[in-house]
């Protein structure tokens, strides 16, 4: 039987949800060589006898997913693995080491820079990194449970570490040395009156981070002990500690934002139940974040300036700094009255907007096009998956 043969004996069962409604991939308007791979079908897998259909015939139909499913579960593992990627730079630095979130020894200049945002911070950047770390790991276990292929991209490793005392030298996913960091979703939390879901946009709370490349971890020793005749080595190394701080509120309201709109494609109440409850954490982590990024400490580092957010200076709401739950909005239509909720909600293309937010947050310089084409495919996969009741 060849691969092709194969695959369409095993895509049917895999397709059938409760038996009703079976989207074909052409349907859903995905590329058969990408459909492929959104199954996690390998070659050798096929070649040995599909992993898919023994599942599909071991299983008991309900524990059947559909291939929607797959496509979007496969999308969040490789989204977890780059969180996880980037999460373990800023503890190996920043965070606390142990058994927990091994790796790297630590960087006290960092830290303490850190540490001016909130005392706890440090505890915060582990158990955020380890929160990362089992959504990674419980979504690629799920996905084998079902006789889907785990995601890996272990292949595009290639990144280099910081150069600094504390970081370990590994090849990474993620570039924090040259970021260029939204933070208008400071001010789109706090507005009433506007909602990107109906194409509203938002100015930047830090306008000069979005408009460079901006480090968020240290790259030498160099740079934590060192200061220029103009800007003294503290307000430097504070500069990349706020930057942090902003950046984690940004990836983290970027996970809060995907789950809620990714679950409406959803179709195995099952597969619902592990969104919403991943999903979940991504907005606690948020609302920490907000609430820290706030305490940023006011500064200028060159072209980088953070200006004042606290309340030690009269602000305007859509920078208040202690207005950290969301302001209530606009929510579906402008007939209804407002709402407090996450915003954006809409599902319509949320895989492919978050990999091109990630990209333009600069995280992905340096990486090669194959990196980006397998990012690619999984976004757009998921993005093809329709809900199936
Ligand atoms: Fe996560
Ligand atoms: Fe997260």
New binding site residues.
């Given amino acids: 039987m060849t691969k092709e043969n194969h695959v369409a004996t095993a895509s049917p069962e895999i397709t059938q949800s409760g038996g009703e409604g079976a989207a074909s991939p052409s349907k859903n308007g995905v590329k058969r060589r990408s459909f492929l791979k959104s199954l996690g079908v390998a070659g050798a897998a096929l070649s040995g006898g599909s992993l898919l259909t023994t599942a599909a015939e071991a299983s008991p139909r309900a524990s059947i997913i559909t291939v929607g499913d797959v496509a979007i579960l496969r999308f969040l593992a490789a989204a977890?693995i780059l969180?996880t990627d980037l999460w373990q730079q800023y503890n190996e630095l920043g965070g606390i080491q142990d058994s927990e979130v091994p790796g790297g020894s630590g960087s006290p200049a960092y830290a303490a820079a850190i540490s001016f945002l909130d005392g706890d911070m440090s505890q915060y950047i582990h158990d955020n990194t380890e929160?990362?770390m089992t959504?990674e790991v419980f979504i690629n276990a799920y996905l084998v449970s079902k006789g889907a292929e785990p995601v890996s991209l272990d292949q595009f490793r290639t990144l280099p570490s910081s150069q600094a005392t504390g970081a370990q030298q590994i090849g990474r996913l993620t570039n924090l040395m040259q970021l260029s960091v939204d933070t208008s979703w400071w001010t789109r939390y706090r507005s009433g009156t506007q909602n990107p879901d109906f194409g509203d946009t938002f100015p930047n709370a830090v306008p000069t981070l979005a408009g460079g490349m901006f480090t968020a971890i240290p790259r030498n020793n160099a740079e934590l002990e060192i200061g220029s005749t103009i800007v003294p080595v503290d307000t430097h190394v504070q500069a990349i500690a706020n930057t942090a701080g902003f950046h984690f509120a940004f990836i983290e309201q970027g996970?809060t934002s995907l789950y809620a709109s990714i679950a409406q494609r959803v179709s195995s109440v099952e597969v619902l139940r592990i969104v919403l409850s991943?999903g979940g954490t991504?907005i606690m982590h948020f609302q920490t974040w907000h609430d820290k990024a706030g305490n940023a400490k006011p500064l200028t580092d060159g072209a980088l300036v953070f200006p004042d957010l606290t309340n030690d200076i009269p602000q305007p709401e859509s920078l208040q700094s202690n207005l950290i739950m969301p302001e209530p909005t606009v929510f579906l239509s402008k007939k209804f009255p407002v709402c407090s909720i996450i915003r954006p909600t809409a599902t319509a293309g949320v895989a492919t907007g978050a990999v091109k937010a990630l990209t333009d947050d600069g995280l992905f310089r340096g990486q090669t096009p194959d990196f980006f084409e397998f990012l690619g495919d999984l976004a757009e996969e998921a993005d093809a998956a329709r809900r199936e009741v």
Wanted: net charge negative; glycine share 12%.
């Fill in positions: 977890e969180e929160d990362e959504h996970g991943i991504e």
